[in-house]
């Protein structure tokens, strides 16, 4: 009998620890991040880089280029960046774009490495990846 209350004791902190929680502060660091596809207004195809720092507490700045088909539209601008992260690892942020406000939605893993995002805006789509470099 204790060896069976023992293997279920095992069993039960194993799961325990192996439930993951997240908050604002598992986006915390520098990160460099990409898109895989985005578009401006009258479909025009855009490819965005970032360097983001997060401050871990819901809010990071982030250093993004723009470039339209291998031409430089914008290049060294920062922005400000305001992000939730519930318990289950989703992001929801608000951001600015070629200068154009969008909503962010998306996943971080909950180790803070990796973070995978869509963003919406008027005139403005994107979906990109982003990991932690520090």
């Known amino acids: ?7 279920c004791a ?10 993951t929680t997240c908050s604002n502060a598992t986006l915390s660091g520098k990160y460099l991040a990409t898109t895989e596809n985005a578009t401006l207004a009258a479909g025009v195809n855009i490819f965005v880089i970032a360097k ?4 871990g507490n819901g809010t990071a700045n982030a250093n993004i280029a ?3 088909s291998g031409g430089l539209l914008n290049g060294n601008t920062t922005e400000a960046l305001n992000y939730t992260i519930s318990s289950d690892c989703t992001i929801t942020a608000n951001a600015v774009l070629a200068g154009i406000p969008v909503a962010v939605t998306g ?15 008027v005139g ?11």
Request: glycine share 10%.
């Open 52 to 55: 983001i720092n997060a401050n």
């Open 124 to 134: 403005v789509a994107l979906n990109g990846t982003g990991v932690k470099v520090n």
């Open 107 to 121: 996943y971080i893993s909950p180790d803070g490495t990796k973070i995978v995002v869509i963003a919406d805006g």
């Open 66 to 68: 723009y470039t339209e």
């Open 10 to 19: 095992l069993l039960f902190a194993g799961h325990a620890m192996a439930q």
């Open 1 to 7: 009998m204790k060896r069976l209350v023992c293997l």
